[in-house]
């Protein structure tokens, strides 16, 4: 019998090569995980006339933990977004984004280890938007006390569990008193019951200008949802882009991994992208479950592999394919044995 | 340079209800029926929500005319509806032409 199961849901464009080559990696640590497979996204729509099939949904509910490929979006008109329904519909409000950098992957910064925690559910994310006029268009901005509290509340307590030592609250409520100030009250009262943590608040351009010049000042960020969206990305960015984001998408009794980025649809079945992404937010999925050891493995060579650049893809100067970069993870862990040497501290 | 809109029209109102006892029922509606009350951008009626969704006081109703309405339709609207509820905005909603210009929750 199978210790887990996991909602897996390849996703679209590149997503099903990638979760593939990923189900191969985590699969090889060792770790004893029965995959469910569901669908999301566009294909969906001609066969179920919907982009989040209920299957999927029933699967989600079941398991209460799934690892997800990328998406397509459409963007402007159409159908509302299958991620975003997603974390609606799991309350699935608090979006942990590490940004690490990666020793292997060079980048004019390289001393950021942040972790953010960017508020899923509301702000302008809460799909009411009105034309109040012909030529007037109007998106409510919702910032609730209660959501504000409890992601503000969750970051603490990952900040404490990991020894963290500074977490900073990111607001515009120089500007918007209401909402934002709303944001940060919550984030106060929530500090209190950790002491021990340093607190501190930036306002979101400032921050935006902050990281770039001096990114090792960040331990811990909390977000409302819109800024955390961009300064997220803004971070990945720093750490080596998108294709080394991972990302959980957290509630009080489901989580859902997935990578940031999106499914790149021309290089769908070309066997060309990096799968790190997602095998990042594997790893924090594994984490998740409990399965400390084979994280760590999977992680450890996953740099091995990284800073060796013989078997890697061209988005870092290599030539290997998906699979190739997969298998030569999966060479190293056997290299390295079963990660038993490795425990986590 | 003026946006090219050729007609609109009154087809409902979004109610901005604040209920601290669960998901509003709504009942003897008629011009209008209820098309969906959401929380925080989530349907939560018709039809079920997770247990793990956080519900605030504060809930998106939608109602949308049944026949031909006009702004007293709304204003008799929103007054038998203070008898009952605490409402805290409206939001007329139109079709610019025949297209919404409105949005659904999740």
């Known amino acids: ?345 | 340079m003026e946006r090219a809109v050729k007609s609109a029209r009154l087809v409902g109102v979004d109610i901005y209800i604040i209920s601290e006892n669960g998901v509003p029922q709504f009942t003897d509606l008629a011009p209008f029926q209820c098309e969906f009350v959401s929380n925080r951008g989530t349907k939560v009626w018709p039809g079920n929500f997770l247990p793990d969704l956080l519900l605030v006081n504060w809930y998106r109703c939608r109602f949308l005319a049944t026949s031909e309405i006009t702004d007293k339709d709304i204003d008799s609207f929103l007054a038998r509806l203070s008898e009952t509820w605490l409402w805290s905005a409206a939001q007329k909603l139109w079709l610019y032409d025949n297209e919404p210009g409105f949005s659904k929750p999740y």
């Not at chain 1, 729509?45 to 933990?65: M, W």
């Not at chain 1, 977004?81 to 519909?89: E, F, H």
């Not at chain 1, 100067?317 to 056997?334: F, L, P, R, S």
């Open chain 1, 1 to 345: 019998m199978s210790k887990h199961v996991v909602t897996l849901i390849p996703g679209e464009g590149t997503g099903p090569e990638i979760c593939e080559a990923v189900k191969r990696v985590i699969d090889a640590s060792g770790v004893n995980i029965k995959w469910e497979y569901e669908e999301i996204g566009l294909d969906c729509l001609d066969k179920y006339g919907t982009l989040l099939p209920e299957k999927t949904i029933n699967s989600i509910a079941k398991n209460r933990v799934a690892l997800k490929g990328p998406t397509t979006t459409p963007v402007g008109t159409g159908h509302k977004s299958a991620n975003v329904t997603l974390r609606k519909v799991f309350d699935l409000y608090s979006n942990v984004r590490p940004a690490v950098s990666i020793p292997a992957v060079r980048r004019p910064w390289n001393d950021i280890n942040i972790l953010n925690f960017r508020e899923n559910t509301e702000d302008t994310y809460s799909a009411i938007e009105h034309m109040v006029s012909s030529e007037v268009a109007q998106c409510l901005k919702v910032i609730t006390w209660p959501g504000s509290f409890r992601i503000a509340d969750f970051a603490f307590k990952w900040a404490r569990a990991q020894g963290r030592k500074k977490v900073v609250c990111v607001h515009k409520a120089n500007i918007m008193k209401i909402t934002d100030g709303l944001f940060l009250e919550a984030f106060r009262e929530a500090a209190k019951a950790y002491p021990e943590i340093e607190t501190g608040d930036i306002i979101v351009d400032n921050c935006a200008m902050q990281l770039v010049r001096n990114p090792a000042q960040f331990d811990c960020l909390v977000l409302p949802n819109l800024y955390g969206d961009i300064i997220t990305d803004l971070c990945a960015g720093m750490v080596g882009g998108l294709g080394f984001a991972p990302g959980a998408n957290i509630g009080d009794s489901c989580a859902i991994f997935e990578a940031v980025h999106g499914s790149a649809p021309k290089y769908a079945g070309l066997n060309k992208v990096n799968p790190s992404a997602v095998l990042s937010s594997g790893i924090m999925m594994l984490r998740w479950l409990g399965e400390n050891t084979a994280a760590v493995c999977i992680e450890r060579a996953m740099q091995a592999v990284l800073a060796e650049g013989r078997r890697v893809t061209y988005d870092v100067g290599g030539t290997a394919g998906t699979d190739e970069y997969a298998g030569a993870i999966i060479e190293k862990m056997n290299e390295q044995g079963n990660g038993e040497q490795w425990k986590e501290q």
